[in-house]
T-cell receptor, first 115, second 113 residues
């Protein structure tokens, strides 16, 4: 299967702990996106990368959040000093930019529960 | 700023009945519009997309949507719903050169057998 994959699928942590999520995009896709989805809401944009460069960050991405895509392939999203309000589904998507407009393909998500 | 409104939070239909899910958007330029479906605990699967051209677009699983610029709408339709269609449906508009999707709050579809 060559879709977007995310690891882990579920993460339970205690408040104040750090967590890191990984996203592996579709191999030829140069853009990678992170979204957050809370219960009963649609996904909200967090940040995106063009290859290894992080080009935009949402105001939702507080200083406790950091994302990287070191070699332009997989990406990690780290949350430091987690808070209960960080509990959500974190979705990764990838997209190939070419001569025509293409859609984003989503992974299965990582569900974070902060106790 | 761009926004997407899905006025129906929950919809219940009988299996075999027709379905229409409403979506209204607010965006100054020509929109790129999408419908995604999400099953419980899963990611998002693209049903269909509108970029330009024919305003009636066909998608997977027998879904279609019609773009109406004058009404700023992109409603999703299916002539005959199957029990497996029960899921949450999200309408989205792409902005910033497609680098950011703005989603509606979703419509939860329940199918009665």
């Amino acid at each position: 299967d060559t879709g977007v994959s995310q690891d882990p699928r579920h993460k339970i942590t205690k408040r104040g702990q750090n967590v890191t999520f990984r996203c592996d995009p579709i191999s030829e896709h140069n853009r990678l996106y992170w979204y957050r989805q809370t219960l009963g809401q649609g996904p909200e944009f967090l940040t995106y990368f063009q290859n290894e460069a992080q080009l935009e960050k949402s105001r939702l991405l507080s200083d406790r959040f950091s994302a990287e895509r070191p070699k332009g392939s997989f990406s990690t999203l780290e949350i430091q000093r987690t808070e209960q309000g960080d509990s959500a589904m974190y979705l990764c998507a990838s997209r190939l930019t070419s001569g025509r407009f293409n859609e984003q393909f989503f992974g299965p998500g990582t569900r974070l529960t902060v106790l | 700023a761009q926004s997407v409104t899905q006025p129906d939070i929950h919809i219940t239909v009988s299996e075999g009945a027709s379905l229409e899910l409403r979506c209204n958007y607010s965006y100054g330029a020509t929109p790129y519009l999408f419908w995604y479906v999400q099953s419980p605990g899963q990611g998002l699967q693209l049903l269909l997309k509108y970029f330009s051209g024919d305003t009636l677009v066909q998608g997977i699983k027998g879904f279609e949507a019609e773009f109406k610029r004058s009404q700023s709408s992109f409603n999703l339709r299916k002539p005959s719903v199957h029990w497996s269609d029960a899921a949450e449906y999200f309408c989205a508009v792409a902005t910033g050169g497609g680098n950011k999707l703005t989603f509606g709050t979703g419509t939860q579809l329940k199918v009665e057998l």
